[in-house]
């Protein structure tokens, strides 16, 4: 009876560890270029995926913080300066990315900034919204580009995008910054649309809120001389669900997932990362069965 119980069990672990791949090693002898990866989110995404088994090579405008960052993650950390509003820069870190390992597996489009704009739409700086659609959407462009150059040859790879909830739903930041989340949305449906017929899947995350020294710069502009870990618990408080709160290793995990064979059949997808945030609005009122009295 015992001996009856534990071999059904043991047939029904091997029937569910046949549906996932090795926890330890989900990206082992994968190659990943990720931009914006010396900071935030960018960078806890290159931690994540060496700690699976891949080699990942940082791409960064920060140059020092860069090369500081690359040397934390150890020998299987690469760090290259690439501004991703220069094509010839993008295509310089996928080449450079190839010399150093003969394939891409793996390029994570993340460089983002958020931009100093007022909030109506009659006060709207085209010079700043060029300038950040320069960064945040040909910049991704860019990386799709250039990615899929040596993907398609290869006739695989996985591309993985970083969106936000400021482009799924309206009302959560200037326009320039959710117009420009929007159309990372939008260039992944669009390229999946054709990648897809080469083996290569196309995806994005979206992200809520994390204090990271994008988010807190820019909450530093609303209240100016607040200390660090204030506005990091301001960005905290702003979670939906109980208990938790959105940290750069939640969108490390979800990038984890997307670039392994665990999201095989996954493509065109936006991954929302927000804790349902996006999914209802809070009334300011109670309703009836919310209100135990
Ligand atoms: P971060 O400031 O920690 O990291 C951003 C990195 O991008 C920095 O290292 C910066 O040097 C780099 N970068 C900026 N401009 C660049 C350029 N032109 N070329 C190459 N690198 C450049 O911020 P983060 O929060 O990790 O931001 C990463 C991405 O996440 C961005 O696309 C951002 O829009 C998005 N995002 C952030 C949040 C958040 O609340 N932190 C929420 C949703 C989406």
């Known amino acids: 009876m015992i001996r009856s119980h534990l071999v059904r069990n043991s047939l029904t672990l091997s029937f569910f560890n046949r549906g996932l791949s090795s926890h330890a090693g989900r990206l082992e002898g994968k190659i990943a270029l990720i931009t914006g990866a010396a900071s935030g989110i960018g960078k806890a995404t290159a931690s994540k995926f060496i700690s699976n088994g891949a080699k990942v090579v940082l791409a960064d405008v920060e140059e020092e913080l860069g090369q500081a960052t690359a040397k934390q993650l150890g020998p299987n950390a ?19 990315a190839l010399s150093l390992h003969r394939r891409l597996d ?24 060029d300038k950040v659609m320069n960064i945040n959407v040909r910049g991704v462009v860019a990386g799709i580009k250039h990615a899929s150059r040596v993907m398609i040859p290869q006739q695989s790879g996985s591309i993985l ?17 959710s117009v420009s989340k929007v159309a990372v949305i939008g260039i992944v449906k669009s390229m999946a649309s054709e990648l897809c017929k080469y083996g290569i899947r196309v995806n994005c995350i979206s992200p809520f809120a994390i204090p ?13 001389g607040t200390e660090k870990e204030k506005l990091e618990k301001m960005i905290f408080d702003l979670s939906a669900l109980e208990g938790a709160v959105c940290e750069t290793n939640d969108i490390a995990n979800a990038a984890l997932y997307l670039a392994s064979d665990d999201a095989k059949y996954v493509s065109g997808h936006n991954l929302v990362v927000d804790g349902s945030f996006t999914c209802f609005k809070r009334l300011n009122f109670p309703l009836p069965d919310q209100n135990p009295s």
């Open 78 to 96: 690469t760090f290259i300066p690439c501004d991703v509003s220069n094509e010839a820069n993008v295509s310089d870190a996928v080449d450079f």
């Open 161 to 177: 995008c970083t969106a936000s909830v400021t482009g799924v739903m309206g009302g959560l930041a200037q326009h320039t910054y």
């Open 106 to 129: 793996i390029m994570y489009n993340n460089a983002g900034i958020a931009c100093n704009t007022p909030p109506s739409i009659l006060d709207l700086d085209l010079a700043i919204f």
């Open 212 to 224: 990271t020294p994008f988010s807190i710069n820019e909450m530093c502009r609303f209240f100016p």
